[in-house]
């Protein structure tokens, strides 16, 4: 059973920023694809950035330049760090990955971005 366990949220002002962190455990790790997708209040949950297992990496047009998406394989975490906040990115951040097809998700942390 694949479990994903998010950390790192919190408020912070407009033009922070933070670093969230994925710990995976469970499963092969090193090969799995993983990613970052949240969900803001009102809004459907959409995919923020997501590595592949050899690091090949998509980011989502809103947070190109400023998010980028680390993973340590043998710790088996995969973290978001998140630089130039702006309001509009207050979601709870989730974890994902995928095995047999399946998706697995985290419980979230909450990231608000406020002054």
């Known amino acids: 059973q694949v479990q994903l366990v998010e950390s790192g949220g919190g408020l912070v002002q407009p033009g922070g920023s933070l670093r969230l962190s994925c710990a995976a455990s469970g499963g092969s790790f090193r090969l799995a694809a993983m990613g970052w997708y949240r969900q803001a209040p009102g809004k459907e949950r959409e995919m923020v950035a997501t590595i592949t297992g050899d690091g090949n990496i998509i980011y989502a047009d809103s947070v190109k330049g400023r998010f980028t998406i680390p993973r340590d394989n043998v710790k088996s975490m995969v973290a978001l760090q998140i630089n130039s906040l702006r309001p509009a990115d207050t979601a709870v951040y989730y974890c994902?990955?995928?095995?047999?097809?399946?998706?697995?998700w985290g419980r979230g942390t909450q990231v608000t971005v406020s002054s």
């Open positions: 994902n990955t995928n095995r047999l097809q399946l998706p697995f």
